[in-house]
């Protein structure tokens, strides 16, 4: 197979913009419809976001239904054209609410089954590509370049959707959502044409010369690798304290420091500026590694992800130390800190993911990647209710609100110190920078992880 140059890994980045575009529409313009413009209450839109989630432990069934047949691109379109399918389905729920409420939820629920089935198989398949054809050398700014792309997705499509919604009207939600999944779906087809080759000869898939294993032994077999079980345990640690702090950072900077909405948004931009930086900082790195010698040690993802988690909880200690005195003149540094901190770890951990899926019994890639998309999606899946529920459960229990948020930072903070112990026992990776060199770098862009 050949090695997939940066061209290649901007049309794979194009595909997970689309995928981003599509999931935006799903998780927030309908949410914000359904709470505001339906007056539903705000559980409902939780409840199929965490649905969406759920629904997405199919993803190991999905890679290993690709490495059986040798092929990803089929099970990346077919994801998208699912992904796409749900969004309108979703849209069309959320209009019917305002006149049959319980059949338009009902109608949510598959809608929302539809796109997390969706993001499971093109999602697993495009990250099991990714693991194959990018060279160690470049899987470091492949990263960030794939996941600033889908960034840019869901902020490109948030900013046109928004100006097209307006003024709102059901049928003007219904032809956004989908023109964009359309659009989605052919850029996705576009990016796709030729990209992946002959891979298999005569498609006979990856078990040519082996019979082909049931998924519940193959996922057997891939648990009871040492790297893979810890790996997804860490999977599970890390992303939790991730998505832990995202519903209570806003409401903290409210209550405690009388921000107002307008101003607490900006704040989130922030941390969201963070998290780009954060992820430039490693690709700039792998750059520099790549160039001297002496430096190679910048090189490490490995690194970059267990320093990532210690620079996260340390980020989160400094917001327990300023809910505690009641004092904000560091906040937006330490917001900015974290968000840095996010997105260090972020590209470190998928790096490591995409060399790791290679590692163990031959032909199950596939498994290990559905196996920790699987593990990101609960951790995503609980982060909300854990940070949520611990926040009110510590304000029942402590009069001060800065001592009550400043209690759920401190619990963040050790979940990523425990994320970082676990980031050290799996084994280290070879001694090879994350970026080719300094001259195939430049414009590469970084993104973070989000569902």
Same mark, same amino acid.
């Given at each position: 197979?050949?090695?997939?140059?940066?061209?290649?890994?901007?049309?794979?980045?194009?595909?997970?913009?689309?995928?981003?575009?599509?999931?935006?529409?799903?998780?927030?313009?309908?949410?914000?419809?359904?709470?505001?413009?339906?007056?539903?209450?705000?559980?409902?839109?939780?409840?199929?976001?965490?649905?969406?989630?759920?629904?997405?432990?199919?993803?190991?069934?999905?890679?290993?239904?690709?490495?059986?047949?040798?092929?990803?691109? =089929?099970?990346?379109?077919?994801?998208?054209?699912?992904?796409?399918?749900?969004?309108?389905?979703?849209?069309? *729920?959320?209009?019917?609410?305002?006149?049959?409420?319980?059949?338009?939820?009902?109608?949510?629920?598959?809608?929302?089954?539809?796109?997390?089935?969706?993001? %499971?198989?093109?999602?697993?398949?495009?990250?099991?590509?990714?693991?194959?054809?990018?060279?160690?050398?470049?899987?470091?700014?492949?990263?960030? $370049?794939?996941?600033?792309?889908?960034? *840019?997705?869901?902020?490109?499509?948030?900013?046109?959707?928004?100006?097209?919604?307006?003024?709102?009207?059901?049928?003007?939600?219904?032809?956004?959502?989908?023109?964009?999944?359309?659009?989605?779906?052919?850029?996705?087809?576009?990016?796709?044409?030729?990209?992946?080759?002959?891979?298999?000869?005569?498609?006979?898939?990856?078990?040519?010369?082996?019979?082909?294993?049931?998924?519940?032994?193959?996922?057997?077999?891939?648990?009871?690798?040492?790297?893979?079980?810890?790996?997804?345990?860490?999977?599970?640690?890390?992303?939790?304290?991730?998505?832990?702090?995202?519903?209570?950072?806003?409401?903290?900077?409210?209550?405690?420091?009388?921000?107002?909405?307008?101003?607490?948004?900006?704040?989130?931009?922030?941390?969201?500026?963070?998290?780009?930086?954060?992820?430039?900082?490693?690709?700039?790195?792998?750059?520099?590694?790549?160039?001297?010698?002496? $430096?190679?040690?910048?090189?490490?993802?490995?690194?970059?992800?267990?320093?990532?988690?210690?620079?996260?909880?340390?980020?989160?200690?400094?917001?327990?130390?300023?809910?505690?005195?009641?004092?904000?003149?560091?906040?937006?540094?330490?917001?900015?800190?974290?968000?840095?901190?996010?997105?260090?770890?972020?590209?470190?951990?998928?790096?490591?993911?995409?060399?790791?899926?290679?590692?163990?019994?031959?032909?199950?890639?596939?498994?290990?990647?559905?196996?920790?998309?699987?593990?990101?999606?609960?951790?995503?899946? $609980?982060?909300?209710?854990?940070?949520?529920?611990?926040?009110?459960?510590?304000?029942?229990?402590?009069?001060?609100?800065?001592?009550?948020?400043?209690?759920?930072?401190?619990?963040?903070?050790?979940?990523?110190?425990?994320?970082?112990?676990?980031?050290?026992?799996?084994?280290? =990776?070879? %001694?090879?920078?994350?970026?080719?060199?300094?001259?195939?770098?430049?414009?590469?862009?970084?993104?973070?992880?989000?569902?």
């Amino acid at each position: 197979m050949t090695p997939f140059g940066w061209t290649s890994i901007a049309r794979l980045g194009l595909v997970q913009a689309s995928l981003g575009a599509i999931v935006v529409l799903t998780t927030s313009t309908l949410n914000r419809v359904m709470v505001v413009e339906l007056a539903l209450p705000a559980l409902l839109p939780g409840f199929l976001v965490a649905l969406h989630y759920l629904v997405q432990m199919a993803r190991p069934r999905m890679g290993h239904g690709s490495d059986v047949g040798g092929r990803r691109t =089929p099970w990346i379109l077919g994801g998208m054209a699912v992904l796409g399918v749900g969004g309108v389905v979703a849209a069309l *729920a959320t209009v019917w609410m305002a006149t049959h409420r319980p059949a338009g939820m009902a109608l949510a629920v598959l809608g929302f089954a539809l796109v997390g089935l969706g993001v %499971s198989a093109s999602g697993t398949s495009l990250l099991v590509m990714l693991a194959k054809r990018v060279p160690d050398a470049r899987r470091g700014g492949a990263a960030t $370049l794939v996941w600033m792309m889908m960034i *840019a997705g869901f902020a490109i499509t948030a900013g046109l959707a928004g100006q097209w919604l307006d003024p709102y009207s059901p049928e003007r939600l219904l032809q956004v959502t989908s023109a964009v999944s359309l659009l989605a779906f052919g850029v996705t087809v576009l990016a796709l044409r030729g990209l992946e080759g002959d891979v298999t000869p005569a498609g006979q898939g990856l078990y040519r010369n082996e019979a082909k294993p049931d998924f519940r032994r193959a996922l057997s077999e891939v648990w009871q690798e040492p790297v893979a079980r810890r790996f997804t345990v860490f999977v599970f640690v890390s992303m939790l304290a991730y998505s832990a702090q995202d519903l209570i950072l806003e409401p903290f900077a409210g209550t405690v420091f009388g921000y107002s909405p307008g101003a607490s948004t900006q704040l989130s931009g922030v941390q969201h500026g963070g998290v780009l930086c954060g992820m430039l900082l490693v690709a700039m790195s792998g750059a520099l590694a790549a160039r001297v010698a002496r $430096l190679r040690w910048l090189g490490s993802l490995r690194g970059w992800t267990i320093g990532g988690c210690i620079a996260s909880a340390l980020a989160l200690f400094g917001l327990v130390m300023a809910g505690v005195s009641g004092q904000g003149d560091t906040l937006k540094a330490l917001v900015f800190g974290l968000g840095a901190a996010n997105g260090a770890f972020s590209i470190g951990a998928i790096g490591s993911m995409m060399r790791l899926a290679n590692e163990g019994q031959g032909s199950r890639e596939g498994v290990r990647m559905g196996l920790w998309g699987a593990a990101q999606a609960i951790a995503f899946g $609980l982060g909300g209710l854990v940070g949520t529920g611990a926040s009110d459960l510590a304000h029942v229990l402590i009069s001060s609100p800065g001592t009550a948020y400043a209690f759920v930072f401190a619990l963040e903070a050790l979940t990523f110190i425990a994320a970082a112990l676990l980031a050290w026992r799996i084994s280290a =990776p070879p %001694s090879t920078p994350v970026a080719a060199s300094p001259s195939r770098t430049v414009g590469v862009a970084i993104g973070a992880p989000r569902g």
